[in-house]
């Protein structure tokens, strides 16, 4: 099988020839930069530059020998790099879509290259910030920090709004068909130059773009306490959302097999609401908006990055069309892969699995068990549940493990 055809497999719930795996598809997925760096040193790489492709997450974009060393099965639409070995055909990419670089320090000291148009400014204590072109204090990085977080001063564009009235002619901004030109003849490159299975992020966020137009607190008081207000935002940007979707995916979707959503909806002990009230409110929208994408583009997997402890919410997740979901973070509350998988292992395909957050202990066992979690449904794709920032060698130990599993499922699970 190529990478594409066994992505696709482990998504139509059947036995493809070796697991599937994901290093760096979509931003939750891959690995941080100054661990890239370390892992590099680990491996004896000296004759790759580190290209940070989110400056504010400080991740680094998977080079191609990274995804050939890894097995890797699916890429982002976004990377920059070239993920072909013909020199010609790199040469073409990198030409329209390489982007321009200079070189930047990382919070270790350790060197990568960044955007030309990543600009920050020095605290003078060691640490960096940026400011939003109005003058804002947008995101800083204090010394020691190892990514950007927002600012102190915390501006949301809703966060005087008392009323409905007040939301004046406020509306979400839509895309045309036009602006996606560019990304169009990207995608098709790559369907048509690489085996990979190609993944683009589209969002479609309720609660979280609710949280950042208002405020994170208000926004869970609105929905407590004010649901006209509340359904009144919810809607606007639930109209928005339908009609980027449709138009998106119509002009992407032949050259896609996966569009990532993503609303992250728990914390470390169970969802960030009731089950109730998320069943009330956010699930007719994301409901809306997901099956408006796979209307219209039947044959691209609804992708759903939704962080923390969601299992009491998957229902409503699968009733709204969610295909595959992740980070699938195995630490929080209630998400032992195992059970997830018995109990909705027909219906999902789990995407990720591997613990961050306990990985100062040496998780190769638990990657071998979410590998093997799942026999009774076979459609599983191995990522890291959230970008990795953990020591080199433990990266490797754990990605090592996927790729030595890529092998028959039968062999994985004592399936016959």
């Not at 890429?75 to 200079?102: F, H, M, N, Q, T």
């Not at 589209?202 to 773009?209: K, P």
């Not at 209630?334 to 018995?342: G, H, S």
Request: aromatic fraction near 8%; include cysteine.
């Amino acid at each position: 099988m190529t990478s594409r055809e066994r992505v696709l497999t482990a998504f139509s719930h059947k036995e493809p020839d070796m697991v599937p795996i994901d290093f760096g598809a979509m931003g939750s997925t891959g690995i941080m930069a100054v661990a890239f760096n370390e892992l590099k040193k680990h491996l004896g790489v000296t004759d790759d530059v580190t290209r940070l492709c989110d400056w504010g997450q400080q991740l680094a974009e998977p080079p191609k020998w990274l995804l050939d060393m890894f097995e890797v099965d699916i890429i982002g639409l976004g990377r920059s790099i070239a993920p072909v070995d013909d020199p010609d055909a790199a040469a073409e990419y990198d030409a329209k879509w390489g982007g321009e670089w200079k070189p930047w320090t990382l919070p270790d000291g350790s060197e990568c290259v960044c955007e030309t148009s990543f600009n920050p400014e020095s605290d003078g204590e060691g640490g960096w910030y940026r400011n939003h072109p109005d003058g804002r204090l947008w995101c800083v990085m204090p010394k020691g920090c190892l990514y950007f977080d927002a600012g102190p001063e915390g501006y949301h564009q809703l966060q005087d709004v008392e009323s409905i009235e007040d939301l004046a002619d406020w509306h979400p901004g839509k895309m045309t068909e036009e602006s996606l030109a560019g990304t169009v003849e990207k995608a098709k490159w790559l369907h048509d130059n690489t085996d990979y299975a190609v993944m683009t992020g589209f969002g479609g966020s309720i609660l979280e773009s609710g949280q950042g137009l208002r405020g994170w607190g208000q926004f869970m008081m609105d929905m407590a306490g004010d649901r006209p207000l509340a359904e009144e935002i919810i809607g606007r940007l639930t109209e928005a959302h339908v009609h980027n979707a449709k138009v998106f995916m119509a002009a992407l979707g032949d050259y896609i097999q996966v569009v990532q959503m993503g609303d992250d909806l728990g914390t470390q002990d169970g969802p960030q609401m009731s089950p109730q009230l998320y069943h009330d409110l956010i699930h007719p929208a994301h409901k809306a908006i997901y099956q408006a994408a796979k209307s219209a583009a039947p044959q691209v997997a609804i992708f759903l990055h939704s962080c923390g402890s969601i299992r009491s919410l998957i229902p409503d997740l699968i009733d709204e069309g969610v295909e595959l979901l992740n980070p699938v973070q195995t630490a929080a509350a209630d998400m032992d892969p195992k059970e997830l998988n018995d109990e909705y292992g027909d219906k999902l395909t789990f995407w990720g699995g591997s613990d961050g957050q306990r990985a100062n202990r040496d998780f190769r066992p638990r990657w071998r068990l979410c590998l093997q979690s799942g026999p009774q449904h076979p459609g599983r794709s191995t990522a890291c549940k959230h970008h990795s920032h953990v020591r080199s060698r433990k990266v490797g130990a754990g990605v090592s493990v996927s790729a030595k599993l890529k092998l028959r499922r039968s062999n994985l699970t004592g399936r016959k």
